[in-house]
């Protein structure tokens, strides 16, 4: 990066903290209730929450990780991007109808409200909160880390040194001020700023890439398929087993993501689903041409012999804006991926903190919830305190794992995505669906997709070769689940689950 | 024509759970299956001049893979109808998979024969591929089941607490 480039991304960069700044200010002031904190007081738009939607789904994986992921593997890493979308669908499909019905109806504010109002079982919210709030940890960890080395990297080129653990505390805070402060409406109004710089930068950034090659794109592909016919194939160099796992984890996953999923319940009425569901895939379609450009054109520089071999295939979205986009797209991508780092960031400390004051008490401690309502307490104050406790714990997990290239890494992406959808998918993509549920059936799949996801990472020899563990571990606990349901809740004692829409919530 | 989305699956609750216990059986074995077959696939950087022993690998994987992702079409489809959702949905969210299916079982002949390399299938095809399931999403949201804010209002103020029927059946 050179120094009119690091003086742009600087510029971009205390824009962009003093617009995010401005924004946790505003909502701050309509911040009143613990339902304004945790969901928005469910008066959003569409529009807003289809960014929010998008911009929680599309981390810093998806601006650093993806483009990488071509330049090393070919196309296997587009089945990611060609899953998403009937993700988003089967998300909005499937859970849409239970989850307004809990809003519209009773005013939860959490996912487990849904969940709990089915199974009645609170040992199933226990065990559940504890895999979201697990997956918020390892998300929030990775993502502080993500955030300090970007910022890191435009420091140094500028002639700033600052060390890790002093950028990982300042990351922090600032992270963990505008959500605290600011609660979910700041991060959701974030969420939309960041999204807009995202999709920008994205497509900004694909027009960059076609112009890299005088037949554009298409002849990338021709320099990649003239080097490896395997590259450019249906399924990319690591096989179409790798790509199926890819498609499974992301079009059932997203089913199981708390993060997106939540988002319905924040939405002003369902009308507004109409709308969400295209605005949110046209967005993520739009930021993965970022993806795709980026990963294309610098495996076809190096082919060409343009710019040298990279030395990890991460670096492959900071070579193609050094090497072939004007300081004004390099500044505006930095931003970018400091959004997609944050919007996700925001997302889970939200989530978490709700996790902590909400389902965490409310299922060790019955009655609880009737007891606020009686007092007519504003549970605000434990809201932001959980968030600060949480931010604090992602920042130590960021610190340790600044210092660790052990399983600790490995630890920490499993316990993301795939193990949230390992643990929800089966409760929410069939559970809440079925006539009869055993909420016995359902602890012992959340507790089974716990451990078919972490232990693979502490005992590599249990790792399943060629498919990626989350595909596995999604699938099978889905058939535990519908294997011990259909045995466990056939019991003549056994009653028939309320129907969600008919919702006891405590 | 589509059937009437019953919400609580009593028309089609069994047959629904079949149909994802089946795909997700059909979906594992086609995993496990072309697991044992193909070998772990070393990343092209650098280069290692294993890419035919990769092809060959993969061309024994691929028929499981493409069986795997048949069962993901059950899955889904199921998942959908168990939901209550009407056939036509069902029927577009399992149309991925099954384009998916397709190119992991004939991909590489298929860009052999047409002359035409596989990313453009997958950009071309498989990427768009939930569009026919947006635009039926487009028509049916939120016409099956979901309250409107009024009728969700007038459910809570003037119904009995689980009692409220009318939000359930959807049309009809």
Redesign the interface.
């Known amino acids: 990066m050179n120094t009119s480039l690091a003086r742009y991304a600087l510029g971009a960069l205390v824009v962009y903290v003093v617009l995010c700044a401005g924004i946790a200010w505003w909502s701050a002031r309509r911040t009143h209730s613990e339902s304004d904190f945790f969901v928005g007081g469910q008066r959003l738009g569409a529009f807003v929450s289809a960014l929010a939607m998008f911009a929680s789904t599309l981390s810093g994986f998806g601006f650093v990780g993806g483009p990488g992921l071509v330049y090393a593997h070919g196309v296997t890493s587009f089945w990611i991007i060609a899953a998403t979308p009937l993700g988003f669908a089967l998300g909005l499909l499937l859970l849409a109808r239970p989850l307004r019905a809990a809003a519209e109806r009773e005013r939860v504010i959490s996912l487990l409200d849904v969940v709990h109002a089915r199974f009645q079982s609170r040992p199933l919210r226990a065990i559940s909160a504890l895999a979201i709030l697990l997956g918020c940890i390892a998300y929030v960890g990775t993502q502080v880390l993500a955030l300090a080395v970007a910022v890191k990297l435009v420091l140094a080129t500028a002639g700033v040194g600052v060390s890790m653990p002093t950028l990982i505390v300042v990351t922090t805070v600032f992270l963990v001020a505008y959500c605290t402060f600011g609660g979910v409406l700041a991060s959701i109004y974030t969420d939309v700023l960041q999204g807009c710089i995202m999709v920008v930068a994205a497509v900004w950034v694909f027009i960059a890439a076609w112009q890299t090659f005088d037949g554009g794109l298409p002849r990338a592909i021709d320099i990649l398929a003239f080097d490896s016919e395997g590259a450019v194939g249906a399924f990319g160099v690591m096989g179409p087993l790798a790509a199926l796992s890819w498609f499974v984890i992301f079009a059932l996953g997203n089913v199981g993501q708390p993060q997106v999923v939540s988002k319905i319940l924040m939405l002003r009425s369902s009308q507004s689903l109409k709308s969400v569901l295209p605005m949110t895939t046209l967005a993520y379609t739009l930021s993965a041409l970022l993806w795709i450009g980026i990963g294309l054109a610098v495996r076809a520089a190096v082919l060409e012999g343009r710019i040298p071999a990279l030395r990890a295939a991460d670096d492959a979205a900071a070579t193609f804006l050094t090497a072939f986009a004007p300081p004004t797209l390099a500044a505006l991508v930095f931003v970018g991926l400091l959004s997609a780092i944050m919007s996700t960031a925001d997302a889970f400390l939200n989530l978490g903190a709700l996790t902590l004051t909400h389902d965490l008490p409310m299922a060790l401690t019955p009655g609880l919830r009737a007891r606020f309502k009686r007092s007519g307490k504003r549970r605000l104050w434990p809201a932001r305190g959980t968030t600060v406790l949480l931010g604090a714990a992602g920042a130590y997990v960021a610190l340790v794992a600044s210092r660790s290239s052990g399983p600790l890494i490995g630890l920490l992406g499993a316990l993301g995505w795939s193990m949230l959808a390992a643990t929800l998918v089966p409760l929410l993509a069939i559970g809440l669906q079925l006539k009869r549920v055993s909420s016995l059936a359902a602890v012992l799949s959340v507790a089974f997709g716990l451990v078919a996801n972490i232990l693979p990472e502490l005992l590599p020899q249990l790792r399943p070769g060629a498919i990626h563990t989350g595909a596995l571990s999604i699938t099978v606990t889905c058939l535990v689940f519908l294997s011990l349901n259909a045995v466990l809740a056939t019991s003549p004692s056994d009653r028939p689950a309320r129907d969600t829409a008919e919702l006891d919530l405590p | 024509m589509d059937s009437a989305p019953s919400?609580?699956?009593?028309d089609n609750?069994n047959g629904a759970?079949w149909c994802?216990?089946i795909g997700?059986?059909l979906?594992?074995g086609?995993?496990?299956v072309?697991?044992?077959l193909?070998?772990?696939?070393?990343?092209?950087?650098?280069k290692t001049g294993s890419?035919p022993l990769?092809?060959r690998?993969?061309s024994w994987?691929?028929p499981?893979?493409?069986a795997?992702?048949l069962g993901?079409a059950l899955?889904?489809a199921g998942?959908?109808r168990?939901?209550?959702?009407p056939k036509s949905?069902a029927y577009a969210?399992a149309l991925?998979?099954l384009v998916?299916a397709f190119?992991?079982a004939f991909?590489?002949s298929?860009?052999s024969l047409t002359g035409v390399?596989?990313?453009?299938?997958?950009?071309g095809l498989?990427?768009p591929?939930?569009i026919v399931?947006?635009v039926l999403?487009?028509k049916y949201?939120?016409a099956?089941?979901?309250?409107?804010?009024a009728e969700?209002?007038r459910?809570?103020s003037s119904a009995p607490r689980?009692?409220?029927h009318e939000?359930?059946g959807g049309p009809k």
């Open positions: 919400r609580d699956g009593a609750g759970a994802v216990g997700l059986l979906l594992i086609g995993l496990v072309g697991a044992v193909q070998p772990t696939a070393p990343a092209f950087l650098p890419i990769i092809k690998a993969a994987a691929s499981a893979a493409g795997a992702a993901l899955v889904v998942m959908l168990l939901a209550a959702l949905l969210a991925p998979p998916a190119l992991l991909g590489p298929v860009s390399e596989g990313v453009y299938w997958v950009l498989l990427w591929s939930a399931l947006y999403a487009w949201f939120p099956w089941g979901l309250p409107s804010a969700a209002a459910a809570a689980y009692q409220t939000m359930r």
